[in-house]
């Protein structure tokens, strides 16, 4: 391999999600041993942590569906394959894939792509437009929920499959890291007092995030159980969505929750969000191929009330898949007011000595398998089984 090599990371936008932070963490592991880490995309606000992580932002409008762009773009990825020594190219999602596939084997370097979603196969040209994501010379998926899928859709071998989980920051992602006067502060954003147990429904404000579901299951609660010393925190963007948020607003209103549920907007703190918090729930009524609020929340020490389709059971220790006393959270039926309802009650109804075990129990599950440093160790080996190098090796020496 020649000196200098660079990887190229291929990712239409740069806003708040998994894959996009998933990319900040590769760029921050290759910086860490010396190599330097490109990125292709259009731009948003995880740019300025690529660059202060010491990756370069390679403006390029590889969002587009167009096929005469995503020629163009296939030739300027080209280009810099030649000028910049890239040496493998890792694309994270659909339209930008092709552009790096027909480069990569232009220019006859390795290509990987991470299957990030369950992209929707309902017409014949929608599951070729997919298939990309199978076409890497490895394919990473984010979950074993998520390569099952890969192998069903695309009979994909598993010579070139990897399962690597999305990763928690640990070091931010730590009570000890979170100080009192970030809690306060959040507290007071959020107007929630001191005294309420705090539910946190950390999700975009769109139907699939199961809303109603939750509405639901508080007051299916407060029927079954009482008025309970609790307040239900969504916090989710609202963007583009404000009919939606009128119409919680107004089943909020009809069941007289007002002063139990209340929505915050986008929070940028999340590691604050949940330390304050009592239980996290993801409420889900499609399956999610990872989740990564729900390894978050545990290595903060705060158990997860989760829906039982997709990823959450591989992140979510719940009976009946292990014993009472290995349990990190609760898995439930999407779109079960009643099941949601039923796991509220049990966690407030804990004693504070079985619930700090539960805690404990959350916070070494999200430390054992869902750190970054695993993360991209894992994803530095793949490179490495391409490209005949050490990365892994020499990241763990460093990290």
């Given at each position: 391999m020649k000196d200098n090599p660079a990887i190229l990371q291929v990712i239409p936008h740069l806003g708040v999600g998994g894959a996009e932070l998933s990319t900040v963490e590769i760029v921050d592991a290759l910086q860490t041993i010396g190599v330097r880490a490109l990125v292709a995309s259009e731009g948003g606000r995880m740019a300025r942590d690529i660059e202060r992580r010491g990756g370069e932002i390679i403006p390029m409008p590889v969002a587009t569906k167009n096929p005469l762009q995503m020629l163009q773009n296939k030739r300027q990825i080209e280009k810099?394959?030649?000028?910049?020594n890239v040496v493998l190219l890792h694309a994270r999602s659909r339209a930008p894939a092709w552009s790096s596939m027909l480069a990569s084997s232009k220019m006859n370097i390795p290509f990987v792509t991470t299957y990030h979603g369950a992209y929707g196969e309902a017409a014949p040209l929608k599951r070729l437009y997919n298939s990309v994501m199978a076409r890497g010379d490895q394919v990473i998926a984010n979950s074993k929920f998520t390569a099952d899928l890969v192998r069903a859709r695309h009979e994909l071998e598993?010579?070139?499959?990897?399962?690597?989980?999305?990763?928690?920051?640990l070091e931010r992602f730590s009570k000890s890291a979170v100080s009192s006067n970030r809690l306060e502060e959040l507290r007071s954003n959020w107007d929630v007092p001191k005294g309420p147990k705090i539910i946190l429904h950390p999700a975009r404000l769109t139907r699939l995030k199961g809303h109603r579901v939750v509405i639901n299951g508080v007051r299916e609660l407060f029927e079954r159980a009482g008025k309970q010393e609790l307040v239900v925190v969504f916090a989710g963007d609202f963007a583009g969505r404000r009919a939606y948020v009128s119409e919680l607003s107004e089943q909020i209103a009809a069941f007289g929750l007002g002063q139990h549920i209340k929505f915050v907007g986008h929070?940028?703190?999340?590691a604050a969000a949940y330390a304050l918090a009592y239980v996290t729930i993801i409420a889900s009524t499609e399956p999610e191929t990872f989740g990564r609020?729900?390894?978050?929340?545990?290595?903060?020490?705060?158990?997860?009330i989760a829906t039982n389709i997709g990823a959450p059971p591989e992140t979510v220790r719940a009976q009946p898949n292990v014993p009472e006393d290995e349990i990190t959270?609760?898995?439930?039926?999407?779109?079960?007011?009643?099941?949601?309802?039923g796991a509220l009650e049990e966690?407030?109804?804990?004693?504070?000595k079985k619930y700090q075990q539960l805690v404990n129990r959350a916070i070494e599950n999200a430390q054992d398998s869902f750190s970054d440093r695993l993360m991209k160790v894992q994803t530095l080996a793949v490179y490495d089984e391409l490209l005949g190098t050490d990365f892994a090796v020499r990241y763990e020496r460093k990290a």
């Open positions: 810099l394959i030649s000028e910049r598993d010579e070139r499959l990897r399962v690597i989980y999305r990763g928690v920051e929070c940028s703190d999340m609020t729900s390894a978050e929340a545990q290595a903060m020490g705060c158990p997860v959270g609760w898995l439930v039926p999407p779109d079960s007011p009643a099941a949601f309802a966690v407030l109804n804990l004693q504070s």
